[in-house]
Structures are given as structure tokens and as C-alpha cells.
């Protein structure tokens, strides 16, 4: 089985300061892991995704993520927070061969002026 | 490439009323899936596909129906809608090989009254 908790429902901060949005998953295979953005009135879009090449990972618009086993996390990161990141973001985990990955419950970033 | 292809953007239907939400993608992907969104839920999967003549159910299948005739088209009926059912629907596609990574639709806003 497999799934993904992401902590806080709303983010807020302020422009030009630290993203971070947290994701902690549960696995008992080793996971591919997923951060989804998802801009107002539209589909998700895939920010970045982690898949055991290495444990930092890269991803669009200056984001990255760091996978840590021994904390079953996937927290996403943006060191300085800009206007055009308000959005909803989702981790996702996809694990033991099912290739349909599972979705968490989104947290909605707030970028204020 | 118009990527993944959603129609109608907007629906409302009365009780009993039954619809087809229509969903195309020009990939030449072999999965495909529907989601829908719900505020505090995430993504939670209807059905899915892994190509042409096969589907499979997801977490939350009552009370919808889907078939594969084609490679390029995934359409969702829902046969007796019920105001449960108001969401906004996402239709996704992925490459055979690449299954996790999925590319969405703008998304079908749906209310049923």
C-alpha cells in the first residue's frame, strides 16, 4: 500500500521568502515520488519527480525537493518565494510496480506582497 | 500537440440527468485515467486504463462508466448523476514506460443540482 500525508492545508508567506511545503509518504517497496502544481482554473503539471538517481532533486521554476528515507519525506522547497507560485501543490507517490500514482490532499500556497 | 483535451469546461445537470464527459489526447499515450477533485480531498481516481479494450476500477468508482474503443479517446459517463457527484473532473494521460508521469487535462467543472 501505498500513500502520502501532506502537512498543512494552507502555506502562507511572504514574496521573497523560504517555500516549504511538506510531504512525508508511507511505502513498503522503494517509492517514486511526485510534486504536482496546479495554477487556478487549470490541471496539475509535474514540478519534479524523485526516482532513486539522487536524493536532490531539481525541478521547474527554481523548485527542488530532497528525498530522506530515514524520514519517509519529500518536503519541496523554493529558497525565494515569487507572486506567480500561489498555487496548489501535490505530492504523489507511486510504488510495487503501480504505475496509477496516489495522491495527497494539496497544499495551497499563499504568496503575500 | 494539443496535449490532453477536456470537453465541456462547465456542466450543470439536474438529478437523474445522465452525461458523457469527453476526454482526447494526441500522445499516442497507452494510460489513461480520471480523477476527480474535491476541496480538502486531492485527486481521488475513478477509472483507468492501460490501453485500447482495457479498464480497471480506481478508489471511487460508483456510479460512473468508461470504455477504451480508441487509443486517443477516454470518455466518462455518468449514467444517474447525483448532487455527491459535483466535482471537478480530470482526465489524465501517460507514456507506456514513463506511467506515473502524468500529463492533465484543463479539467471538467461539473454541478449537479
Known amino acids: 500500500a501505498q500513500s502520502v500525508t501532506q502537512l498543512g492545508s494552507h502555506v502562507s508567506v511572504s514574496e521573497g521568502a523560504l517555500v516549504l511545503l511538506r510531504c512525508n509518504y508511507s511505502?513498503?517497496?522503494?517509492?517514486?515520488l511526485f510534486w504536482y502544481v496546479q495554477y487556478p482554473n487549470q490541471g496539475l503539471q509535474l514540478l519534479l519527480k524523485y526516482t532513486s538517481a539522487a536524493t536532490l532533486v531539481k525541478g521547474i521554476n527554481g523548485f527542488e525537493a530532497e528525498f530522506k528515507k530515514s524520514e519517509t519525506s519529500f518536503h519541496l522547497t523554493k529558497p525565494s518565494a515569487h507572486m506567480s507560485d500561489a498555487a496548489e501543490y501535490f505530492c504523489?507517490?507511486?510504488?510495487?510496480?503501480?504505475?496509477?500514482?496516489?495522491f495527497g490532499r494539496g497544499t495551497s500556497l499563499i504568496v503575500h506582497p | 500537440n494539443a496535449g490532453v483535451t477536456q470537453t465541456p469546461k462547465f456542466q450543470v445537470l439536474k438529478t437523474g440527468q445522465s452525461m458523457t464527459l469527453q476526454c482526447a489526447q494526441d500522445m499516442n499515450h497507452e494510460y489513461m485515467s480520471w480523477y476527480r477533485q474535491d476541496p480538502g480531498m486531492g485527486l481521488r481516481l475513478i477509472h483507468y486504463s492501460v490501453g485500447a479494450g482495457i479498464t480497471d476500477q480506481g478508489e471511487v468508482p460508483n456510479g460512473y462508466n468508461v470504455s477504451r474503443s480508441t487509443t486517443e479517446d477516454f470518455p466518462l459517463r455518468l449514467l444517474s448523476a447525483a448532487p455527491s457527484q459535483t466535482s471537478v473532473y480530470f482526465c489524465a494521460s501517460s507514456a507506456s514506460g514513463r506511467e506515473d508521469e502524468q500529463y492533465f487535462g484543463p479539467g471538467t467543472r461539473l454541478t449537479v443540482t
Open positions: 511505502s513498503s517497496v522503494p517509492p517514486y
Open positions: 504523489a507517490v507511486s510504488s510495487g510496480g503501480s504505475y496509477i500514482p496516489t
